[in-house]
């Protein structure tokens, strides 16, 4: 999957990473995010910053080399930022002719080799679920597939997925992505199901209600999370 990736904008992006990082920064971003790679200690506005002059100055000729840059930077990265910056580049706005189907391998694999939440909630929410609702019948039997996967990631995907779709979401693929992971009971599974009934609750608050009264197997965590802002 991929082709050759563009050498001078992963340059650029490893070199402006060096320049802004601050290494008194490093070891508390990395210890938040209990992460095993380390990091340059840039934060996220000036991660945004770099990533804005860089992809300026270094645009991609097609999907395959997009596709290959992104790879290449994500695989090869020896520090988090690094990653954080080839997620931004697969949402940049001059590729987002390349969003569809064709790309969920590419989002499946950052989402499964990241198995963490700050990168796969990213691509979840911004990258796979816009692809799903254009997509629909192309996209919804996969995310039904990972709502039962043995990957807890593709599981949290499958769950958090519509997160901000609004009136846009498919209640029939929420409620089974919630019902294959209810019984889990792992904490990033149960606080994704309470996340995508709160976030669906700003769109219909009583049928979130409803939902929850009526189902009595849902943890703690997902009941408190799903109704945590129609106690307000």
């Given at each position: 999957?991929?082709?050759?990736?563009?050498?001078?904008?992963?340059?650029?992006?490893?070199?402006?990473?060096?320049?802004?990082?601050?290494?008194?920064?490093?070891?508390?971003?990395?210890?938040?995010m209990?992460?095993?790679?380390?990091?340059?200690?840039?934060?996220?506005p000036?991660?945004?910053?770099?990533?804005?002059?860089?992809f300026?100055?270094?645009?991609?000729?097609?999907?395959?080399?997009?596709?290959?840059?992104?790879?290449?930077?994500w695989?090869?990265?020896?520090?988090?930022?690094?990653?954080?910056?080839?997620?931004?580049?697969?949402?940049?706005?001059?590729?987002?002719?390349?969003?569809?189907?064709?790309?969920?391998?590419?989002?499946e694999?950052?989402?499964?080799?990241?198995?963490?939440?700050d990168?796969?909630?990213?691509?979840?929410?911004?990258?796979?679920?816009?692809?799903?609702?254009?997509?629909?019948?192309?996209?919804?039997?996969?995310?039904?597939?990972?709502a039962?996967?043995a990957?807890p990631?593709?599981?949290?995907?499958?769950?958090?997925?519509?997160?901000?779709?609004?009136?846009?979401?498919?209640?029939?693929?929420?409620?089974?992505?919630?019902?294959?992971?209810?019984?889990?009971?792992?904490?990033?599974?149960?606080?994704?199901?309470g996340w995508?009934?709160?976030d669906?609750?700003w769109?219909?608050?009583?049928?979130v209600?409803?939902?929850v009264?009526a189902?009595?197997?849902?943890?703690?965590?997902?009941?408190?999370?799903a109704?945590?802002?129609?106690h307000?």
């Amino acid at each position: 999957m991929g082709g050759d990736g563009d050498g001078a904008l992963i340059e650029a992006v490893r070199d402006g990473l060096a320049r802004l990082g601050d290494p008194a920064k490093a070891p508390g971003m990395q210890a938040y995010m209990k992460s095993a790679m380390p990091y340059r200690g840039v934060p996220a506005p000036g991660q945004r910053r770099l990533a804005s002059e860089v992809f300026r100055a270094h645009p991609l000729a097609d999907r395959e080399t997009w596709r290959g840059t992104v790879l290449e930077l994500w695989r090869g990265a020896a520090y988090r930022e690094e990653r954080y910056l080839a997620i931004a580049l697969t949402g940049a706005r001059a590729y987002a002719r390349f969003q569809d189907p064709v790309e969920l391998p590419l989002y499946e694999e950052l989402i499964v080799t990241g198995a963490w939440w700050d990168y796969v909630d990213e691509v979840a929410i911004r990258r796979v679920g816009p692809i799903l609702r254009a997509h629909r019948a192309e996209v919804t039997p996969l995310m039904r597939a990972w709502a039962g996967d043995a990957d807890p990631w593709r599981r949290r995907t499958a769950i958090i997925c519509q997160v901000r779709a609004g009136a846009d979401t498919d209640l029939d693929l929420l409620e089974h992505a919630i019902a294959a992971n209810t019984a889990d009971t792992g904490f990033f599974l149960r606080k994704a199901i309470g996340w995508a009934l709160r976030d669906y609750a700003w769109h219909d608050p009583d049928w979130v209600r409803r939902y929850v009264a009526a189902h009595h197997g849902l943890s703690g965590l997902s009941r408190r999370e799903a109704l945590k802002n129609l106690h307000r």
